[in-house]
Each structure stands twice: as C-alpha cells, then as structure tokens.
C-alpha cells in the first residue's frame, strides 16, 4: 500500500496495523540540536490513548512510545526519527464475525474491492489505532515548534455531538483539558455525558465537529495555488479516520454571506496591518495573515455498533450484520488530539518551506 507519507520538508511515514504487535512513525527533516524525549512526547499520546473514561474504547493500551533513533543524549541529530508504539491489549476474537462480512459505512468493502485482501481485526491500516502513530510524530513537531515559534498555541476542542452544540458565549478555552470531550464549557459537561450515555446503552453511535485554533502564526506561511496553507491544513484534517468534511474559517457558512459581511476590513495598528474580523479564518489566498487560524471539521458515526445493520458477505450473501468488540461511541471525542497533531505538522512544515525560500523574510508596510 503505497501513500503513508506526510509533509514535503517535515515529512513522516506511519506504519502498522491495528492488530499487529506495534505501530509507528518514521520522521524525517526534523532539524538538529531540537531538545526531545519519550516523556515531552509521551503527553500528546496519553490525550488521545483510548480506555481513558466510560465514553471511549474500553481498550486498554498504554501507548508508551520509544524513540528507536534520530536522538542523542536528549537532542535531535538532523536523522530519521523512528517512533514505535506497542499493541498490549488486543483481542482479534472479537471480529471473527466481520471476518467474511462488510461494516455498513466502514472501509471494509473499500479495502476489498481495491486491494482484493484486508485485515479484518479491527481494520487493520483503515483503524483508527493508526493514528497513534501521528500523535507521535505531531509530538516531534510540537518540540521543534516550541523552539522556533515558542509563542505559536495549537487548540482543539469539541464544537458539537450530535444534535449538541457548543454555546461560544460561554467559551473557556481553560476547561478544554478538564473533561472528556475537550469542551471549551464546564457547565455542558453533564448534559453531553447524559446524551452520550443515552447513545452508548442504546447501542448507537453518533458524529461530531471539532474545531483547531491556531493562535500567534506568523504572516507569510504558505505559497499560491498548489501549496495553499488552507489546502494542506484541509488534506491532513480529511485524512483522519472518519472525517467527512472541513471548513477554513466561516467555511461553508460562507455561501450565505454578502461581500460586505465577509470582509474582513483592515485597519492599520501600531504593530502592523489590524483586522476587524476573521471570517477567512487567518488564510488568504494560501498565506497566513498572522491571525488566528481557525479549521474545522466533522466526524461521521463510528460504522462499529451492536444494531442489526444489513450488509452483504464475501460471498454476496445478505445479512444483518451486528458488530462486537470494543468501539468509541463518538469516536469524534479522541479526534482532537490527533487534529491537534497533524496540524503542528502542517504548520512547521510550511514554516521550513518558507524559511527555504524566503529565509523567513517579510514584506513591509506602512
């Protein structure tokens, strides 16, 4: 299977399955002289590792990473990288039924009609497991961008589950750590636990939006047309397990505004041009403008439920099909870590290509 590849200057390569005895990141073009360890990288891991409350996976796994290389004496050498994660709890059993069976809007059948074999013990490449591995190398990412950005935040958080909504009136960016579904909102906490409860015992699934805030980007990352910073931010977000749509900034609910309401005018500050909002979402025309760069994006339903879904078999036999094991009832919950990831990744990325030909450089005005 070819394309496990992300990034042109800050590039890594995932490898692993679901089921299999470990997983794992190759990074390469890390700059040298980067102070990492297991441990700074080991905390973005235990944000998205499952088992940790009621409302994901009831599997249990560690995910305690070790460096295999690409690090001496605590510093980065400027070499590859290798990340290896292990699978300590799996329990293959569970998927005898879908052995010779499709999960109703799973990639089971995808995988099939592609590549004529799949790992059908828990999805084997196609699982969200795999994203272990990004966490990791978004671990490496956030080390070298707490040296060469140190005043860059990247924030996720939960903007919606199901038919709930965040209230951004009461956002509190200090509650995001403080519960199970990063919600900016420590006063809606109980009504989603409630609600996602009540989808759990009926042996259901349900989606979610989540939101990245990328604050103190500087101006200038990301080149016109084919290297947008939009267009990469938007293909790692889409590359996540489940993601089914992304938005930059007002995203779709674009369509709906006049050019007068979507605007966002400028005025001059005394550090620089000033904007009196942000419905671009710090984007534009495929460069950052140094405001806060907003992404958004939807999760669909976990495909892995206990309800009776109709399906066909290997040999196009139809069937109900009920799915056992030990699945995410929003599996949207532990995508914020993972978006958190891959967006670190994006924006160092794009900050080494502009270093490259710009030299870091800026236009001037006023």
Not at 102 to 112: K, L, M, S, T, V
Not at 134 to 160: E, F, H, K, N
Not at 238 to 254: F, H, L, Q, R, Y
Not at 319 to 325: A, N, R, V, Y
Request: proline content about 5%; charged content about 20%; aromatic content about 6%.
């Amino acid at each position: 299977m070819s394309f496990n590849t992300f990034g042109r200057v800050f590039r890594f390569t995932t490898w692993g399955e679901s089921h299999g005895p470990a997983l794992g990141a190759t990074v390469d073009g890390c700059p040298p002289g980067i102070e990492l360890d297991e441990a700074f990288i080991q905390q973005f891991l235990d944000r998205r590792k499952p088992g940790t409350s009621r409302f994901t996976t009831q599997r249990k796994e560690p995910d305690q990473v070790r460096i295999l290389s690409g690090v001496f004496e605590g510093r980065t050498t400027g070499t590859p990288i290798q990340l290896m994660i292990e699978n300590t709890d799996q329990r293959s059993k569970d998927y005898g039924d879908i052995a010779q069976a499709y999960r109703p809007g799973h990639a089971d059948i995808a995988y099939q009609l592609k590549y004529g074999i799949r790992d059908y013990r828990g999805g084997g490449r196609s699982s969200a497991r795999e994203t272990a591995a990004r966490v990791a190398a978004g671990g490496v990412a956030q080390a070298v961008l707490r040296d060469l950005l140190p005043d860059l935040q990247i924030i996720g958080y939960m903007v919606q589950m199901g038919t709930l909504h965040l209230d951004r009136s009461r956002f509190d960016a200090g509650q995001i750590g403080q519960n199970p579904f990063f919600l900016p909102d420590a006063a809606a906490v109980p009504e989603w636990e409630s609600y996602l409860d009540g989808i759990r015992k009926a042996q259901n699934s349900v989606g979610a939006a989540i939101e990245v805030l990328v604050r103190h980007c500087p101006p200038g990352l990301g080149a016109p047309i084919y290297a947008k910073l939009d267009t990469d931010l938007a293909a790692a977000m889409m590359s996540i397990n489940a993601v089914k749509g992304v938005e930059i900034g007002e995203g779709m609910g674009a369509a709906a505004l006049t050019g007068t309401e979507n605007a966002d005018e400028i005025r001059m500050g005394n550090d620089g041009p000033r904007f009196l909002s942000n419905h671009a979402g710090g984007i534009l025309g495929g460069i950052s403008t140094g405001q806060d760069i907003v992404v958004r994006f939807s999760v669909k339903p976990t495909s892995s439920i206990l309800t009776p879904r109709q399906t066909i078999n290997s040999k196009g036999d139809e069937i109900d099909l009920i799915t056992k094991g030990r699945h995410d009832p929003c599996v949207g919950i532990r995508a914020v870590p993972i978006a958190e990831a891959m967006a670190a990744c994006v924006i160092l990325d794009h900050l080494m290509l502009d270093r490259a030909q710009t030299g870091g450089n800026r236009g001037e005005i006023g």
